[in-house]
T-cell receptor, first 115, second 111 residues
Framework: DSGVTQTPKHLITATGQRVTLRCSPR?????VYWYQQSLDQGLQFLIQYYNGEERAKGNILERFSAQQFPDLHSELNLSSLELGDSALYFC??????????????FGNGTRLTVT | GENVEQHPSTLSVQEGDSAVIKCTYS??????FPWYKQELGKRPQLIIDIRSNVGEKKDQRIAVTLNKTAKHFSLHITETQPEDSAVYFCAASPGYSTLTFGKGTMLLVSP
């Protein structure tokens, strides 16, 4: 167990809908990252938060947004869902900026299926 | 930004053989190089990592080597076992930015 908690494990929804994915980082970790992994695809970085503030943005669509709350948990909001948004969404956390002393640990992911 | 290339995309070996996965990176400022193992439907798990002032690190059957001059690093798995079958991702980070992952290598170990 990595200590990073993601809910829900599975989510099935229809096109055009909006969903929220939730993540609680490991105890003591201030940075939260969101990654998208589609079938046969690698890990696409979406966005990073550090202690409540957005720190870096990757290939995140405008239909997607995220935030990190004062208790350090994070939510990823996906709206106007399309079939192509079906993927495994991982949350990961690190103590600070990623380094040998602050490695990245992944949660078990949320599998989103858009029908 | 950083760009990480990973080869091969698929690697098939017989149980007991060695497996080598190679990665190259572009940003000379990168100083941290972790490797993750992802079994089917599960989360990526950190299996070994190395920082730029170290040329080689070993942990039981796995080892990682780093050549800073050539900007490449490799994962070596010896005496492979069927449970080593998974997708392996290399990654690089310059410390001031996020981790950039390679596209992954699917390792298949046949009994």
């Amino acid at each position: 167990d990595s200590g990073v908690t993601q809910t829900p494990k599975h989510l099935i929804t229809a096109t055009g809908q909006r969903v929220t994915l939730r993540c609680s980082p490991r105890s003591g970790d201030l940075s939260v990252y969101w990654y998208q992994q589609s079938l046969d695809q690698g890990l696409q970085f979406l966005i990073q938060y550090y202690n409540g503030e957005e720190r870096a943005k990757g290939n995140i669509l405008e239909r997607f947004s995220a935030q990190q709350f004062p208790d350090l948990h994070s939510e990823l909001n996906l709206s106007s869902l399309e079939l192509g948004d079906s993927a495994l969404y991982f949350c990961a956390s690190s103590e600070g900026q990623i380094s040998y002393n602050s490695p990245l640990h992944f949660g078990n992911g949320t599998r989103l299926t858009v029908t | 930004g950083e760009n990480v290339e990973q080869h091969p995309s698929t690697l098939s070996v017989q149980e007991g053989d060695s497996a080598v996965i190679k990665c190259t990176y572009s940003d000379s400022a990168s100083n941290y190089f972790p490797w993750y193992k992802q079994e089917l439907g599960k989360r990526p798990q950190l299996i070994i990592d190395i920082r730029s002032n170290v040329g080689e690190k070993k942990d039981q059957r796995i080892a990682v080597t780093l050549n800073k001059t050539a900007k490449h690093f490799s994962l070596h798995i010896t005496e492979t076992q069927p449970e080593d079958s998974a997708v392996y991702f290399c990654a690089a980070s310059p410390g001031y930015s996020t981790l950039t992952f390679g596209k992954g290598t699917m390792l298949l170990v046949s009994p």
